[in-house]
């Protein structure tokens, strides 16, 4: 991959390209459990733009610009009080939507008082706080994620800040290939007939290391099977797991018999971004507090209140050798950390150049196909990539199960696909 390549692929802060596409969706700038009424700002940050998320009296959102427009003091340390957030400077107040609705210290006939705070569409769906960063004159409408097919479905969400560009975070994602690998430990083989939860670990039907991938494009992204041989009957069956791109930053991982998995790498800026892992499920699921303590991603425990993690590159991550000499792959605990380990470990952007791709590596070169060519129809002034879909994200689902040789995987694309046949 060409250096210039890489950096349409990667960077997203100003007028980059793909910083561009991004602006023409919803993103989510924080979790709704961060932001409570009249409860403090949160600081957050997006395609490089410093934000400031609140729920006002009411418990109406508003992200607005961090910086307040009369002297550039941040917004994060404003009182928020009687629906507005409060500069603690010179006090002036402002309502969700930017508009000014106090100016201590102006008179009141101040031309001043038709300044509004730098305010973005708000929306709350799915366990988040998405803003669109967009034209203001061009807000999409916005579209319920693939995690929330009923309103009363169950959602349970680890979020983790990633110290590397969000490009090489989603190609792990979309990389099922390493799991048999780096994941081992958590995701032991077992004569089972698909991937089955326990409360330690996820044991899997398959104990081949080297799938067989096919991928196919698709109006919102693209979606690929890998195809293993299972451990039961591999005569007659095969083990697929399906993995689904949702451009530009979605990613639905194959499931297991207990909840449904997604995953959102959101760019911070160029060299940061942020990791959502969401387990869902329309009348079970796990528990939010079990979901965390399953990935070793608790707040207070794990992670910083800014998720910022604990066991970062500059201690090892934890890893434990002396628990590598008795078994444990990696030493690392907890699945989102052992992959934080690898990505960050490419530097803040990867030097793609210096790849070797292989038969496993189907989607990545399928990812950055695709997305290096989204950046470039942007700056021809084309749509961005995901926004003339005319697939619904609530009807794409990802898959994982033993099925007869014949079957073929695209049949398990859709939320109302048929079961998979069991291995006899």
Partial sequence: MRPADNDLLCRVEGEAPMGQIMRQHWLPACMSEEVEADGAPLKSRLLGVDLVVFRDTEGRVGVLDERCPHRGASLVYGRNEECGLRCLYHGWKFAVDGEIVEMASEPADSRMRNLRARAYPAHEAGGFIWCWMGDPEAVRPFETPAW???????????????????????????DSAHSSSLHSTNMPTAEVTGCTATETAWLRPSNDKAPRL????????????????????????????????????????????????????????????MFYWIAWHPTGGIDQDAWRRFCA?????????????????????????????????????????????????????????ADHLGASDVAIIQFRRQMVAAAR????????????????????????????????????????????????
Avoid at 326 to 335: N, P, Q, S, W
Wanted: charged share 20%; with cysteine; hydrophobic share 40%.
């Fill in 148 to 174: 929330v097919p009923t309103p009363e479905t169950k959602i349970s969400i680890v979020k983790i800040h990633a110290a590397c560009n969000w490009a090489q975070v989603l190609e792990g994602a979309i």
């Fill in 214 to 273: 096919e991928a196919e494009l698709t109006d919102y992204g693209f979606h690929y099977a890998a195809i293993r041989r299972p451990i039961v009957n591999p005569e007659t069956h095969v083990y697929i797991r399906t993995t689904i791109f949702i451009a530009p930053f979605t990613v639905l991982i194959p499931p297991n018999d207990r909840y449904n998995l997604a995953q959102m790498l959101v760019p911070v800026d160029d060299v940061n971004c």
């Fill in 297 to 353: 991603a608790t707040p207070g425990v794990d992670l910083n209140p800014d998720w910022t993690k604990r066991r970062h590159a500059g201690n090892a991550y934890g890893q434990d050798r002396a628990a590598m000499k008795a078994g444990d792959f990696t030493g690392i605990e907890g699945i989102p950390f052992q992959d934080m380990a690898m990505w960050e470990s490419m530097g803040p952007i990867a030097d793609r150049s």
């Fill in 377 to 424: 129809a942007v700056q021809k002034g084309e749509p961005a990539i995901g926004t003339t879909s005319r697939t619904r994200q609530v009807d794409v689902a990802s898959f994982e199960g033993v099925v007869p040789k014949s079957a073929d995987w695209r049949t398990f694309a859709t939320r109302n696909a048929r079961q998979a046949e069991p291995a006899e």
